[in-house]
Nanobody, 123 residues
Framework: VQLVESGGGLVETGGSLRLSCAATGHAFSTYVLGWFRQAPGKEREFVAAISWNGGSTYYADSVKGRGTITRDNAKNTVYLQMNSLKPEDTANYYC?????????????????WGQGTQVTVSS
């Protein structure tokens, strides 16, 4: 499975971005998908995850109410809509896939990773 993120960029505080992650691989619809982020000097942290059919979603407290993760299995794509962005949201955002029906939040539980897309929120 290969994952390619897009949609990052520079945005002002309070703005919005929609990140996309396109995947190759015929088993996409069976994977748990997640978004993580890593700021300079910090560990990679969980942002959001979605179950294989989109029926369940989970969010880090830091983005709850501002982020929405969705997936389109027909397009092999997962999205992360981020609203009311803050400077502390500045990070490299990674898409990840887990070969399981069970959602986990730890980065080590995910099997495939994209290269990341940079999000910078100016104050």
């Amino acid at each position: 499975v290969q994952l390619v993120e897009s949609g990052g960029g520079l945005v002002e505080t309070g703005g919005s971005l929609r990140l996309s992650c396109a995947a190759t691989g015929h088993a996409f619809s069976t994977y748990v998908l997640g978004w993580f982020r890593q700021a300079p000097g910090k560990e990679r942290e969980f942002v959001a995850a979605i179950s294989w059919n989109g029926g369940s979603t989970y969010y880090a407290d830091s983005v709850k109410g501002r982020g929405t993760i969705t997936r389109d299995n027909a397009k092999n794509t997962v999205y992360l809509q981020m609203n009311s962005l803050k400077p502390e949201d500045t990070a490299n955002y990674y898409c990840a896939a887990r070969e399981s029906y069970f959602i986990r939040y730890e980065a080590r539980e995910f099997d495939y990773w994209g290269q990341g897309t940079q999000v910078t929120v100016s104050s």
